[in-house]
C-alpha cells in the first residue's frame, strides 16, 4: 500500500517514538509528472506559494549540478548515516509501506524506474516498443545487466519473477493491485496456473507483456516493486529468509541487517546506470531522539518536527544553515466517513461536518504551516491536480444550515458517532483534537474518539466496520490520477473503506483508465474529484506542507523526492 | 531444605505452564489478527486463508498450544509474524543480551552506591545525615523517566558533550552512561534503605557485641563483620531489582533508541506479534521465577531463622 | 515457602498484645509520626495535590479542551500559571485533570486490589491453611512470575474492545447515556489491570503475619473461648496487621502512581481528548520540547514527581514509626 501509514502529522506528535520512515525526507525536485502535457504542466506552476517554488528551484539547480559531476567523477567514498525504522520486509513483491520501500528500492530493479525528477526512465531495459494498439509492450533488457554476484539479468529471470510475485503462495498482498492488468494475471492470482499468459520470453533479452487494454498508467505500474527482478536461484535457497542474503539487481547491496539495530548498505561496483558516490549507508534502526543525534553528528539528516521547527528557522541558530525546504511528499491526509452507516448516509450530515472546521486555522497557528489544507483529494503538484476545485471551505453558517436540513439535525435522535483512530501512544494527533472542539463550538455535534492498535485497526477497515476513521493518509504509488482517485473511491475498489458510491463517478473513472488523450483523462478525473469533493466522501484534511529537513554541508546530492524513488547512489560525501 | 529446594524446583514448570496458557489464551481471543496486520491495508479474504493455513493459524487452539509448548521446550520459539518467517529466538536473543547488559550496568549503579551508603547511614543512625540521604534517594527515585531521560540527554550529550545522545555499543561503550544511569539512579533508593536496616539488624546481634568485646578495632569489626553478614540479605533483593527494571526499559529504551527488548516487546504488542510476545513473556517469567527461587534458597541457607512452609 | 512480598518486607512488630494494643500503638505511632517534619511536609503535599486533582473542575480556571489560537505555546504567565500547549489550551488545567485521572485509577485500584482483594485473600489463606491457602498463593505466585508491566500491557491491549463493546451496549439498551464519553471504560481496563497483580504482595503480607500470629496465646484463648472465625479474624487478627498494611499501602501508592503513568505514557490509559499525565509526558518527553517550552514537560512531570515522591517520603516515615526496630 504504499501507503496507509500513520501520516506524518501522528508522527509529529509522538515523536519519541519517532523515526518513522520517510517522514523525515524532504524533496527538491519539483515534480515533472508522467503525464506531461502542456495543461497538466501549467497546473504545477501555478500552485505553491511564489517563495517556496522559488526556494524549490535553487535547491534543484544545486542538486542538479551535483549530479551530473558525480557522474563522471570517481566515487567520493564514504558513509552515509540516517535514521530508519524496521522494514516490515525486504521481499519486493511483499512490500506494501514506505519503509519496507525506501531500501528494496536500492537492493533491486526492475525494467523502468522513476528518476529522482520522477521521470520515468529505462533501468534494467534499454529500450521497449509499444504495440500500435497500445496493449503489447516489448522490452529489450541491457545486455551488462547484472545480479550482485555477477550473474547477467534473462528475460526468463523476469517472468518468473513476476510469476512468483502473483503465485498464491507467495501471498502477495499487493501483486493483484500492481499487476493486474497483464493478460492471465487472475488465473495465477486464484491459483488455477502458475504462468502468466501475458507474459512471453522471446529470447535472452527480449520480453513481451500483453495488457487487457490501452492503459497509459502501465509503465508506471512497473515502477513498483512487485515488478522486480529477482535471482530464482537465491530466493529457493534462502527459503522464508532469503532476504537475509539478498541477491538483487540494484545499485546497493545489503552488507549488514540487524533488526531492531541497523541496516547496511554497500554499494554494487558492478552497477552501471550512473550515479556513483557513496560507499556505505547506514541506516539506524533504534530510534531515539533525532534532533539532539544530529546535531551531535551522529547522523548526517533529520526532519525537523514542530518542537524544533521555531528554533531551526531562526536565522542565528548555526543550524539554520544547514536547513533544507523542500515540496512536500504527494500525499494526503483525510477522515474518512462510512457512507452505507447513519449518520454518513446523509449527504448534508457530511457536508455539514466539513464546512464546520477552519483548516486555515489549524493549518497556520497549531501546525505552524507544516501542512497545506486540502480541499481535493490530489495533492498540488501531483498530475491532475486542479488548482481551482472550491472544495468545502469553512463556513459555520453554512454548516447550521446543512446540519438542520439534514435527518440528524436532533440530538436526541442522532446515532452515536465514533471516530476510531489508530494509535500506539495515548494521543491522537493535534489536528483532530482541534476538530472535535470545532464540531462541538460550531455544530454542537458531540464525537467519540476511538484509539485502537494499528492490527485492530486495519482489520476493521478492511471489513469497512467503522463509521468514521482518521489518522490515515494515502500516498501516491506512482505518478498518476488513477492511484488515488479511482483505487479509493471506485465503488469496486478493496480500498475504498468508506464504501462511497457514486454512479457517474464510476462512469468516470472506468472511462479515464481507457482514455489515451491525456488533456481527456485529466479531465475525467477533475470531473470525478469535483464530485467526489462535492459529496464529501471525506473530510479531506492535509497535504504535507513544505517539508523541513536538516543535511549535514558535507553531504551533497541527496535529492528529496514526494515519492520512494531509488535516489541514494546520488549521494555524495565530501569531508 | 533439600526437599524444600526439590519441591521448589517441580513447581518451576507447571508455574510456566500456568504463564505460558494465561498469555496464550489472552493473545489468541484479545483483539486483532495477525494476518490481517501482516497484510495491511490491501487485504483479501482469500490471501488471508491462504496465509492463515500457511501460519497454521486455522488449526484449533488446543492444537497450536499444544505444538507450541512442545517447541518451546526444544528451544524452538516459532516464527514471528511481523518478521516473516525470521525464528522468533533468533530475533529476540540479541535484544536480551543487549537489555541485560544495561540492566547490570543500571544494577552496578544502584548497588554500587546504595550499598556503602546504606551501611554508612547506618553507623550514622541518629543524626542528620541519615534521615537526609534517604530522602535525597528517595527525591531521585521519584523523578519520572520520562523527564530524565531527556534531561540528562540534554545535559550530558548536547550541553556537555560527554556521551553521544543515542544507540549502543556494547557494555564499554559511552553510549551505555545515560541509559544506566537513567535506570540506575531510582534504583540507589531501595538499595540503601535496604542495606540501611539490614546493618541495622546485624549491629544489634551478639557476635558483633563480642567482636567488639575481643577489642577488635572498630574498622575491623565493619568491615570484616558487619558489612559481610549485613549484605547477605541484599543478595535476595537483586531479582526484584531486576523485575523493577523492565518497566523503565520500555520508556528508556524508546526515548534514547536503545535495540533492547523492552523497545521491542513494546512493538510486538502494538503489531500483535504473538508468537514474540508469547517467547518474550514466558523467557521473562521463566527469569523471574528462577531468580525468585534462587532468593528464596539463598535466604533459607543465609538464614536458617526463617521457616519454610 | 519464605514469606516475601515485593516491596521490602518491613519488619515484624514485636506488639503481640491483645486487639486493643493495635488501635493505642497505632495512635502512639500517629503522635510519634507528627513529630517528624518530612512527614508532615509529604502529607501537606499529598494533600494539596490530591485535593487540586479531585476538585479539578472546579479548581482548573480553564476548560481542559479550552483551545485559544492566540495563546500558543505561551510561557507561564499570571493568565496560564503554567503556560499554554500547542493548541493553546492551558497545561495547568491539563495537569489538574490528569492528577484526577491519576488519583481516582490509583485509589480504585489499591482499595481493591491491595486492600480489599489483598488483606482478604491474605486473612483467609493465612487462617484457614490447607488446600485453600495453597490454591490462593500458587494463583498469586502465577501473577507474580509475570514480569508484571507486561501483564498489564496485554490485560490492557485486550480487554478496552471487549469493556468498551459493552459500554456501547449498556448505552444503546439502558437509559445511561454518554457512559463511553465520561471514560469511565478506560478507568474500568486500567483498574482491573492494575488490580490483577496488585494484591499479591499484600495477600502474602498478611498471610505471613497471620501465620506468626495465629499461634499467640490470645488467639487460642479466644478459640478455647468458642469465638468464630470471623471474629478471630477480625477482631483479633486483623488489627494486629494493620501497621504493616499501612506501610505497605502507602510505599504501594507510589508504585502505583509510577506504574499508572507509564500505563498511559505506552497509550494504554485513559484516552484522549481527557488528559492523563503520561501522555502529557509523552507529548513532551523530548530534548526540543525541555529547551523550548519545558513548563509543557515540567507541570505534568512535577506533578508526578511530587505524587510518588510524597507516598515514598511517607511511607518510609511511617515505616520508622511503625516498626520501631529498625530505627
Known amino acids: ?575 | 531444605m533439600w526437599i524444600y529446594i526439590v519441591r521448589r524446583l517441580l513447581w518451576l514448570p507447571i508455574l510456566l505452564f500456568a504463564v505460558s496458557a494465561v498469555t496464550f489464551t489472552l493473545g489468541t481471543f484479545g483483539p486483532g489478527d495477525p494476518v490481517v496486520v501482516q497484510l495491511g491495508a490491501r487485504y483479501d479474504e482469500e490471501t488471508a486463508d491462504r496465509l492463515r493455513e500457511q501460519l497454521g493459524l486455522n488449526r484449533p487452539v488446543l492444537v497450536q498450544y499444544g505444538d507450541y509448548m512442545w517447541g518451546f521446550i526444544r528451544g524452538d520459539f516459532g516464527e514471528s509474524l511481523r518478521f516473516r518467517g525470521r525464528p522468533v529466538r533468533e530475533l529476540i536473543a540479541p535484544k536480551m543480551w543487549v537489555s541485560a547488559q544495561l540492566a547490570l550496568a543500571a544494577l552496578i549503579i544502584s548497588v554500587g552506591v546504595g550499598l556503602p551508603l546504606g551501611f554508612f547511614l547506618a553507623t550514622r543512625q541518629g543524626s542528620w545525615i541519615d534521615p537526609t540521604a534517604v530522602a535525597v534517594a528517595l527525591f531521585v527515585m521519584s523523578v519520572p523517566i520520562m523527564v530524565t531521560a531527556p534531561g540528562l540527554l540534554w545535559v550530558g550529550c548536547l550541553k556537555l558533550g560527554w556521551v553521544p545522545c543515542s544507540g549502543w555499543g556494547g557494555f564499554f561503550d559511552t553510549r551505555i552512561i545515560v541509559p544506566a544511569l537513567i535506570l540506575g539512579l531510582p534504583g540507589i533508593a531501595g538499595m540503601t534503605r535496604l542495606m540501611r536496616a539490614s546493618t541495622l539488624d546485624v549491629l544489634g546481634q551478639d557476635f558483633i557485641r563480642t567482636a567488639r568485646a575481643k577489642g577488635l578495632s572498630e574498622w575491623s569489626v565493619s568491615s570484616r563483620h558487619v558489612f559481610q553478614n549485613a549484605m547477605l540479605p541484599i543478595v535476595t533483593i537483586l531479582a526484584f531489582s531486576v523485575a523493577g527494571l523492565i518497566g523503565g526499559a520500555f520508556i528508556a529504551e524508546t526515548i534514547i533508541g536503545i535495540p533492547g527488548i523492552g523497545r521491542f516487546a513494546v512493538e510486538s504488542i502494538f503489531d500483535r506479534d504473538y508468537p514474540v510476545i508469547m517467547a518474550i513473556t514466558l523467557v521473562g517469567a521463566g527469569a523471574f521465577v528462577l531468580a525468585n527461587l534462587l532468593a528464596d534458597i539463598s535466604y533459607a541457607f543465609i538464614d536458617p531463622r526463617i521457616r519454610i512452609t | 515457602m519464605a514469606t516475601f512480598s515485593k516491596t521490602k518486607k518491613p519488619k515484624k512488630t514485636d506488639d503481640r498484645l491483645g486487639s486493643g494494643a493495635g488501635a493505642s500503638h497505632l495512635s502512639r505511632a500517629f503522635r510519634r509520626l507528627l513529630r517528624k517534619k518530612i512527614a508532615i511536609a509529604m502529607i501537606v503535599a499529598l494533600v494539596v495535590v490530591y485535593t487540586g486533582g479531585i476538585f479539578a473542575e472546579w479548581l482548573s480556571p480553564y476548560g481542559y479542551t479550552d483551545q485559544n489560537y492566540s495563546d500558543i505555546l505561551e510561557g507561564p504567565s499570571v493568565d496560564h500559571w503554567a503556560g499554554t500547549d500547542r493548541l493553546g489550551r492551558d497545561v495547568l488545567t491539563r495537569t489538574l485533570w490528569g492528577i484526577q485521572n491519576t488519583v481516582i485509577l490509583t485509589m480504585v485500584a489499591m482499595l481493591t486490589g491491595g486492600v480489599f482483594l489483598g488483606i482478604t485473600l491474605g486473612l483467609v489463606s493465612g487462617y484457614l491453611g490447607g488446600k485453600v491457602d495453597a490454591v490462593i498463593m500458587r494463583i498469586g505466585e502465577v501473577f507474580a512470575s509475570f514480569p508484571d508491566i507486561l501483564l498489564v500491557i496485554i490485560l490492557a491491549a485486550t480487554l478496552r474492545p471487549r469493556i468498551l463493546d459493552g459500554a456501547r451496549w449498556l448505552e444503546d439498551n439502558t437509559a445511561l447515556d454518554g457512559l463511553v464519553r465520561t471514560g469511565v471504560v478506560d478507568y474500568l481496563v486500567v483498574s482491573i489491570a492494575l488490580v490483577a497483580f496488585g494484591w499479591v504482595g499484600m495477600a502474602r503480607l498478611v498471610r505471613g503475619q497471620i501465620l506468626s500470629l495465629r499461634e499467640t496465646d490470645h488467639v487460642e484463648a479466644a478459640k478455647a473461648i468458642g469465638a468464630s472465625t470471623k471474629r478471630i479474624l477480625f477482631i483479633h487478627l486483623l488489627p494486629n496487621s494493620i501497621s504493616i498494611i499501612v506501610v505497605t499501602v502507602t510505599m504501594g501508592m507510589g508504585a502505583l502512581t509510577g506504574t499508572e503513568i507509564v500505563l498511559s505514557w505506552l497509550g494504554l490509559g485513559i484516552q484522549p481528548p481527557r488528559p492523563s499525565l503520561g501522555t502529557m509526558l509523552l507529548g513532551a518527553g523530548n530534548i526540543g520540547t525541555l529547551r523550548e517550552t519545558p513548563w509543557q514537560l515540567l507541570a505534568p512531570g512535577g506533578a508526578a514527581f511530587v505524587m510518588v515522591l510524597a507516598w515514598n517520603l511517607l511511607g518510609d516515615a511511617l515505616n520508622d514509626v511503625l516498626n520501631p526496630r529498625t530505627k
Open chain 1, 1 to 575: 500500500m504504499k501507503k496507509f501509514a500513520f501520516v506524518a502529522l501522528t508522527l509529529v506528535a509522538i515523536a519519541a517514538a519517532a523515526c518513522g520512515g520517510d517522514s523525515g525526507d524532504v524533496a527538491i525536485v519539483d515534480p515533472t509528472p508522467i503525464l506531461s502535457d502542456s495543461e497538466v504542466a501549467q497546473s504545477q506552476e501555478t500552485q505553491g506559494t511564489e517563495e517556496s517554488t522559488s526556494q524549490a528551484t535553487t535547491e534543484v539547480e544545486t542538486s542538479k549540478e551535483i549530479v551530473s559531476d558525480a557522474i563522471t567523477e570517481a566515487p567520493s567514498g564514504g558513509v552515509f548515516r540516517r535514521v530508519w525504522s524496521d522494514p516490515p520486509t525486504l521481499d519486493p513483491a511483499l512490500v506494501t509501506d514506505t519503509t519496507s520501500s525506501g531500501v528494496v528500492v536500492e537492493l533491486f530493479s526492475g525494467l523502468v524506474a522513476l528518476s529522482t525528477d520522477l521521470q520515468l526512465v529505462p533501468d534494467l531495459a534499454e529500450s521497449w516498443e509499444i504495440s500500435p494498439d497500445g496493449t503489447v509492450y516489448t522490452f529489450t533488457i541491457r545486455a551488462d545487466a547484472t545480479f550482485h554476484d555477477g550473474k547477467a539479468v534473462t528475460a526468463q529471470d523476469f517472468k518468473w519473477s513476476i510469476e512468483r510475485a502473483a503465485n498464491p503462495r507467495t501471498a502477495s498482498p499487493v501483486a493483484d493491485t500492481y499487476l493486474n492488468d497483464l493478460v492471465g494475471i487472475d488465473d495465477v492470482l486464484e491459483g488455477r496456473t502458475t504462468e502468466i499468459a501475458g507474459i512471453q520470453v522471446i529470447d535472452e533479452r527480449t520480453l513481451q507483456f500483453t495488457i487487457d487494454a490501452p492503459k497509459a498508467y502501465f509503465l508506471a505500474k512497473l515502477t513498483y516493486s512487485t515488478a522486480y527482478v529477482l535471482d530464482r536461484e537465491n530466493v529457493e535457497a534462502g527459503g522464508s529468509t532469503w532476504t537475509d542474503n539478498p541477491n538483487g539487481t540494484g545499485p546497493f547491496s545489503l552488507k549488514e541487517y540487524r533488526i531492531g539495530e541497523r541496516i547496511v548498505l554497500e554499494r554494487f561496483e558492478g552497477y552501471s546506470r550512473g550515479g556513483n558516490g557513496v560507499d556505505t549507508i547506514v541506516m539506524n534502526l533504534a530510534g531515539g531522539q533525532q534532533m539532539a543525534m544530529y546535531e551531535n553528528d551522529e547522523i548526517d539528516l533529520t526532519g525537523v518536527g514542530l518542537f524544533d521547527l521555531e528554533r531551526v528557522l531562526d536565522p542565528n541558530e548555526p543550524l539554520n544553515s544547514e536547513l533544507v525546504v523542500a515540496p512536500p511528499n504527494f500525499n494526503i491526509s483525510y477522515i474518512g466517513f462510512n457512507a452505507q452507516m447513519a449518520p454518513f448516509d446523509d449527504v448534508n450530515f457530511r457536508m455539514a461536518l466539513n464546512h464546520a472546521i477552519d483548516k486555515e486555522l489549524i493549518a497556520n497557528e497549531v501546525l505552524s504551516q507544516l501542512v497545506t489544507p486540502a480541499y481535493g483529494i490530489l495533492p498540488p503538484g501531483f498530475p491532475g491536480y486542479n488548482p481551482e476545485l472550491e472544495g468545502l471551505k469553512y463556513d459555520p453558517d453554512r454548516a447550521l444550515q446543512l446540519l438542520q436540513d439534514s435527518q440528524y439535525a436532533d440530538p436526541a435522535t442522532r446515532p452515536r458517532i465514533v471516530v476510531t483512530v489508530p494509535g500506539r501512544g495515548g494521543t491522537i494527533g493535534l489536528d483532530l483534537e482541534v476538530i472535535l472542539e470545532m464540531w462541538h463550538q460550531v455544530l454542537g455535534v458531540e464525537v467519540e474518539i476511538q484509539q485502537v492498535e494499528w492490527a485492530t485497526y486495519l482489520e476493521d477497515l478492511n471489513k469497512q466496520k467503522f463509521q468514521a476513521f482518521a489518522g490515515l493518509g494515502w500516498e501516491a504509488d506512482y505518478p498518476d490520477p488513477q492511484d488515488f482517485l479511482d483505487i479509493l473511491f471506485h465503488s469496486n475498489s478493496s480500498l475504498n473503506h468508506g464504501g462511497f458510491s457514486n454512479a457517474e463517478v464510476d462512469a468516470l473513472l472506468e472511462e479515464a483508465r481507457v482514455e489515451p488523450d491525456a488533456v481527456k483523462r485529466v479531465a475525467l478525473y477533475r470531473d470525478a474529484e469535483r464530485l467526489i469533493v462535492g459529496d464529501a466522501a471525506w473530510v479531506p484534511l492535509w497535504f504535507q506542507g513544505e517539508r523541513h529537513v536538516l543535511i549535514k554541508p558535507h553531504v551533497k546530492g541527496y535529492r528529496l523526492t514526494p515519492m520512494i524513488v531509488p535516489k541514494l547512489t546520488q549521494v555524495r560525501i565530501e569531508k
